[in-house]
């Protein structure tokens, strides 16, 4: 059989590092109607912790009025097992926010505008401009805490209302934060308007231009090519992926998608073709197996209800049976045409 490193390329992962950053207790969680106990989140946390995640998006410091899921951000936050190695960062809308987050030990800040000016009214209820000085105003408030900063850019790859984002639109943006001196930029597929060919030239575009900053991708899976799109990142030199325990999440301006792309889906993948991503698949299945208990419906993931491909199954009980009845229907079968 041809294996990985005979067909090279993206498809051979050939132990090379890839970060997964799991955004479903902030993304996912935020979604749901169903609110998860804040002792279940913090078990939720330190099973993701254990299963080796490279960052954890733990909640977000918004109005618990606005997101009511996320109500008790400060308790989860301080409660959780912090496992060396692991980056536990936390959603922040304004300074506040950021006050709150740093209060509870958030490792790093993440902030949201949309690359979209259509979409950025819409979901925030700002003006890019506005959205943008009052992001300085969170940087900051974290430098001078010494916390760590990454800029989350919505709509990246297309806007639902506007269509097409430029490119240069959206380099305009990360240059600005850059010229802040925030470290790290993740390029957002909001409502999975994503596709391969459009990811790799964005993504190679963004990392020459900018080889210091760390960019992750964050896909969703709405037009299912959501693998496709992380691969096509991979081609292009990425290395961070934002992905959501079970495929939770989704956005109010796709309705009825599916969620971010699945965390145990894009690990056993990228683990079948020999990349290294540090994450132990059957505890991070165990942690998405929980779900549908604690959200009250069944989640999109593919792999938690089929398993690894190579979880194998039993025999049928009578396969013994079966085989004696096949070996003899051969040798009638090669026999006959011996005789002939």
Known sequence: MTNATQVGGVWAGAGKRIHMQEVGLRDGLQMEATFVPTEDKIALANALSEAGLSKIEVTSFTSPTAIPALKDAEVVMREITRRPGTVYTALVPNVRGAERAIESRADELNLVMSASATHNIANLRMTQEHSFAALAQVVATAQ?????????????????????????????????????????????????????????????????????????????????????????????????????????????????????????????????????????????????????????????????????????????????????????????????????
């Open 144 to 340: 001078a805490a010494r916390v760590a900063v990454n800029v989350s850019l919505s709509c990246v790859f297309g806007c639902p209302m506007e269509g097409e984002v430029a490119p240069g639109a959206v380099f305009g943006w990360v240059q600005r934060f850059v010229d802040l001196g925030v470290g790290g930029v993740t390029l957002c597929d909001t409502t999975g308007m994503a596709y391969p060919t459009q990811v790799a030239a964005i993504t190679a575009a963004a990392r020459a231009r900018w080889p210091g900053v760390e960019f992750t991708l964050h896909f969703h899976n709405t037009r299912g090519m959501g693998l496709a799109n992380v691969l096509a990142g991979i081609s292009a030199g990425a290395d961070r992926f934002d992905a959501s325990l079970g495929g939770l999440g989704g956005c109010p301006y796709a309705p009825g998608a599916s969620g971010n792309v699945c965390s145990e889906e894009i690990v056993h993948a990228l683990d079948c073709m020999g990349y290294a991503t540090g994450v132990d698949l059957p505890r991070l299945l165990a942690a998405a197996q929980r779900l549908p208990a604690l959200i009250g419906h069944d989640i999109p993931s593919q792999i938690a209800k089929a398993g690894p491909r190579l979880a194998l199954h039993p025999v049928p009980g009578d396969f013994e049976a079966i085989r004696e009845r096949a070996l003899a229907r051969e040798k009638e079968l090669l026999g006959g045409g011996r005789a002939a």
